[in-house]
């Protein structure tokens, strides 16, 4: 390939082979920085196209993360059959646009 050619040729990132981090501390940043960005796409999401967007992410320790774009009760009417709802998700989770974690 001449020195041409590769110059008209836009670069490409190299695919980062995902795997379990073993080591505790970087796994618990990657875990941080990953939700965040997701919690960020959902909003810009929501801001682009007005589409009704629910992110849930839930560490191993069984902490829960949620950003929600409307009202909790209208994703529970399509993910929830209507006698199963129950009041399991905190009040103050029902605003537009809140984010909140758990334990």
Excluded: W
Excluded at 55 to 68: K, L
Excluded at 75 to 82: A, D, G, R, T
Excluded at 86 to 101: C, T, V
């Amino acid at each position: 390939m001449s020195s041409e050619t590769s110059a008209k040729q836009p670069s490409r990132r190299q695919r980062k082979i995902v795997g379990y981090i073993a080591d505790k501390a970087k796994r618990l940043s990657c875990l941080s920085k990953r939700k965040a960005g997701l919690i960020r796409a959902g909003m810009e999401l929501n801001e682009a196209t007005h589409a009704k967007v629910l992110v849930v992410v839930v560490s191993p320790a069984g902490v829960q993360h949620v950003y929600n774009s409307h009202p909790m009760e209208e994703f529970l009417k399509v993910i929830q059959p209507p006698s199963t709802q129950g009041d399991s998700i905190p009040a103050a989770s029902m605003a537009r646009g809140h984010a909140y974690h758990s334990k």
